[in-house]
């Protein structure tokens, strides 16, 4: 295994592998066991992503993967078998990825153990995959390019364990093989791959990941332009994706997916020679113990951000994860989150890793876990003993790179969080200042994670409304970071306080949380330059002391303002400074406002693929206030008095006074002093804030002038003299956003946009050339995920914007008629809606569009034109010509959404 290890380390590995890790190398023979003496079944199709496929269509929750039940998929909530074609074809994604690592598991065995029957699996999965490569379909791709899946990052996952095993084979005299499987299916895929760079996103990790790995089984050096490439790419994600603490910017979910990935890019870099910076490995090798600093008590990992909801950590991937980090440096931390996992404290059961694939964990009840649950990469890496090293359990702690404060009390099994930092890039959501709280097993305060994410659901997880997190004037948060203002620990008590400035324009937001022994205190301070509605939600699953009444919970109309998931509303009015109770069975609050505020109790969906939960919102409004609770988890009765300056808590017979001031909090038991915190200050923002509707957004190239006064008209049916009144563009290959075609490859599509000023008009002129247009009718429904299905078809995207509104729409022709049909983006605002008309012209067609526009005085906006492009038999759109250029852009997750930034200036003289 030349990618991977020397000859004599591999002989080393044997002797551990016949030893200590006989074991291991035993379970993963009986994993293959069944596999064996029968040809694998290599799939003809290419994967599917949609809507139904792998999830119950009763209770929405993901469908067993069984890697020997292509047709039939069972749900192991209710027990309903589910069959069809988006059924069988989500089951191909995983079975790909599962086949591959199967033939690097029997490779490996093949190479530590001598067993030719593995050898001869992995040879058999090999070829049939040379055989059947190129007869994918590399089109109808959601994420990048792609022939088994539809996603780039998904064949790069594939790819690298099929390099593996080829190189495994090889190193075991398997020539042809490894030869073939060169030519028909890494040299192809790599040049695929490389045509996608994802950023700083964890897909791009497994990108270069794998191009490392093809381009070293093709004979390439490190030296080589694309693996240098590749190493670039490894090393400006770990410098700018991963924390000085080694935690992955994306969330603890992703943290897991990506640390992985890099595992690979390392250990194949160092194999091939390569010298990483030592900044970048000391952030990786700190990336293995990162996420159990953020445990919750019942050993699962915060859902933060789009991570899935209550996943435990004690799986044989996280187990397997320690080991290796502790094979390269012994670490107390990884001691201590191993000695959870290979506890006695609850039963062995199935791990699930006979049907683990894509590197990452299912979701599955945890179970008692030994070395012989781990996987194949342990044969090769893990230390045949565990240093005897002391067992470090995390305390409070904050993460910086994260931005995530942690209170722990009892030992850990009290967690108070406040999340104030990283905003987490595109898996982030819009919640910062959000609060935590578990005791035990017990989640009082909890952040739900992401559900599916082609479920109409996810606008609701990826709302501020879904967070304990503060929103203003009903819309979820602008995405930032906030700011720690103050961060310490002293006599007995954490304190930790932050700020978010521009949640919403001219606003300014401290958190404060002081956690103390049975209790902790919550403190909500909001500065606004104007008056606004302060909004406050909390998902407390309890009682309230209130009799409420009926009434409507209204807010922002946004996909992701999360109001319309809400309903049976109910709520009282609050005078200033009146206290309100919670209460379940073990937690209770006690909440006050310094103003006036109403109390709401609503009902929305609860923890993914569950039953919708009931949770309570604060409401008022002003220029500034002041929301303070006190939450406990004390059996011990605990009542708290509020007033202007403080709070005083009596529990266990002593009274706790908190003065809290705008420069320092100070606790004092019984009046003698017990701890004293500075505080940041609450100032509202001087800067000037960009609307993300686009109105106001500034340009950065000179206007197009446009004079009152332009023949109207059909462009094309005015003489060359009249159409000089009006502004044109010529959209081509510069303006191309391709998916997996090139514009060449697509056939070279054009358009023509001509825009005019008349009166009290703006008139927009489009000449689409495509030789079969599409127009997907009204009533359609995509299948495939949430974006509209009309964007899947020919059509317009227009969009406008002026310093006081913008409006952005979709146009669609109707068949049989000159009608177009306008869809209005609620998120780009309130600009009054074009009219426009539609006629067939030779080679294509043409769209007459009239936007209200005052032109009774000299005005500067900025417009952008999208014309999407298909072609028969896609299933999605096949790119976008852009009026404002492309940039080597791709179309994929783009829907219906455009950058403000991007418009085009004109001015009317």
């Known amino acids: 295994m030349k990618l991977l290890l020397t000859d004599n380390q591999l002989e080393d590995r044997r002797t551990i592998v016949r030893g200590p890790l006989a074991p291991l190398a035993d379970s993963l023979s009986a994993d293959l066991k069944p596999l064996l003496g029968r040809a694998p079944y290599i799939p003809t199709q290419k994967a599917l992503l949609s ?67 593995h050898a001869a699996f992995a040879r058999d999965v090999l070829t049939g995959y040379a055989d059947r490569y190129l007869d994918y379909p590399n089109r109808d791709n959601v994420l990048g390019p792609s022939r088994l899946f539809f996603s780039t990052y998904l064949e790069s996952l594939w790819l690298l364990h099929v390099c593996i095993a080829a190189d495994a084979l090889e190193g075991a005299g398997d020539q042809t093989t490894a030869d073939d499987v060169r030519e028909r299916i890494v040299r192809p895929a790599v040049e695929l791959i490389e045509e996608y760079d994802e950023g700083l996103s964890n897909r791009q990790v497994w990108n270069a990941a794998a191009i490392i790995a093809a381009r070293t089984l093709l004979g390439e050096s490190t030296r080589s332009s694309a693996v240098e490439r590749a190493f670039s790419s490894i090393e400006t994600i770990l410098m700018h994706a991963v924390g000085d603490d080694g935690s992955w910017y994306e969330g603890d979910n992703y943290h897991q997916f990506a640390h992985r990935g890099l595992w690979y890019a390392i250990a194949l870099g160092e194999r091939a020679g390569y010298q990483f910076d030592s900044a970048s490995l000391d952030r990786f090798e700190a990336g293995f113990a990162a996420p159990f600093r953020s445990a919750l008590p019942d050993f699962t990992y915060p859902a933060r951000k789009d991570s899935r909801y209550a996943a435990s950590l004690r ?74 090293i002391a067992a470090e359990a995390p305390t409070s702690l904050t993460i910086a790179s994260q931005g995530l404060t942690i209170h722990r009390r009892e030992h850990g099994a009290v967690y108070v969080a406040l999340d104030w930092g990283e905003s987490g890039g595109g898996h982030g959501h819009p919640d910062r200042l959000n609060l935590l709280f578990s005791h035990g097993a017990r989640r009082w305060l909890d952040d739900l994670g992401t559900g599916s994410y082609v479920d109409d659901s996810l606008h609701w997880y990826r709302s501020t409304l879904a967070h304990n997190a503060p929103l203003i004037d009903g819309r979820s948060q602008v995405r930032i970071n906030g700011e ?100 379940a069975d073990g937690a209770s609050a006690t909440l006050w406002c310094d103003q006036d505020v109403a109390l709401y109790r609503t009902t929305a969906p609860g923890q993914p693929a569950s039953a919708q939960r009931s949770f309570y919102l604060l409401r008022c409004t002003g220029t500034g206030g002041v929301i303070r609770s006190v939450w406990s988890w004390s059996p011990a009765p605990i009542a708290a008095e509020f007033r202007a300056d403080g709070i005083a808590v009596s529990l266990n017979g002593a009274v706790h006074d908190h003065a809290i001031s705008d420069s320092e909090w100070l606790v004092s038991i019984d009046r003698a002093d017990a701890a004293r915190f500075e505080r940041g200050s ?36 005015l003489s060359p003299s009249e159409q000089a009144s009006w502004a044109t563009f010529e959209l081509g290959a510069a303006h191309y956003r391709r998916s997996e075609e090139s514009w060449t490859d697509a056939g070279g599509p054009t358009a023509r946009v001509a825009v005019a000023a008349v009166e009290n008009e703006i008139i927009v002129d489009i000449l689409v050339l495509a030789e079969s247009p599409m127009f997907v009718p009204a009533d359609s429904v995509n299948p495939f995920d949430n974006e509209q299905p009309d964007i899947n078809g020919h059509g317009v995207q227009l969009y406008i914007a002026t310093d006081e509104a913008s409006g952005g729409w979709v146009l669609v022709p109707e068949l049989g008629s000159d009608a177009v049909r306008v869809r209005r983006l609620n998120e780009w605002g309130r600009f009054p809606s074009p009219t426009a008309t539609w006629r067939e012209v030779a080679g294509g067609f043409e769209v007459h569009v009239r936007l209200p526009f005052n032109t009774e005085e000299p005005a500067i906006f900025g417009l952008d034109l999208i014309a999407n492009d298909s072609a028969p038999g896609r299933e999605r759109r096949r790119g976008q010509l852009v009026m404002s250029g492309a940039d080597d852009d791709f179309v994929y997750l783009r829907g219906d959404r455009h950058d403000p930034g991007r418009l085009i200036p004109f001015a009317i003289e």
């Open 51 to 117: 809507k139904v496929g792998g999830r119950c269509e009763t209770d929405g929750t993901d469908l067993e993967f069984d890697p020997l039940s292509p047709h039939a998929h069972r749900c192991l909530q209710c027990g309903r078998t589910h069959t069809g074609e988006y059924h069988d074809r989500w089951w191909l994604y995983p079975y790909q990825l599962w086949l591959a690592e199967r033939a690097v598991h029997a490779a490996t065995l093949s190479t530590v153990c001598g067993d030719a029957r």
């Open 315 to 388: 799986q044989w991937r996280f187990a397997e994860s320690c080991e290796l980090g502790i094979a390269r440096r012994d670490d107390s931390l990884l001691s201590w989150a191993l000695s959870r996992m290979y506890a006695t404290d609850i039963a062995p059961g199935d791990t699930g890793r006979a049907r683990s694939s894509g590197e990452a964990e299912r979701h599955v009840p945890p179970v008692r876990l030994t070395c012989a649950d781990l996987g194949w990469r342990s044969l090769l890496f893990a230390k045949a003993a565990l240093p005897a």
């Open 484 to 583: 720690c203002v103050g961060d310490e620990r002293a006599d007995g008590f954490d304190f930790v306080s932050a700020r978010a400035d521009a949640l919403a324009p001219g606003v300014s937001v401290t958190r404060t949380i002081v956690t103390g022994d049975g209790y902790f205190v919550d403190e909500v301070r909001w500065t606004a330059d104007h008056s606004i509605r302060f909004e406050l939600p909390v998902h407390f699953h309890g009682a309230c002391d209130l009799e409420l009444a009926p009434q409507a919970l209204e807010g922002g109309t946004d996909l992701e303002d999360g109001f319309r998931f809400v309903h049976d509303s109910v709520a009282a009015k609050v005078g200033a400074g009146l206290p309100v109770h919670l209460r």
């Open 682 to 717: 609450n100032e509202a923002p001087d800067a000037d804030y960009e609307d993300s509707t686009g109105a106001g957004a500034p340009f950065a190239s000179m206007p197009h002038e446009l004079r009152i006064g332009a023949q109207e008209g059909w462009f094309d049916d």
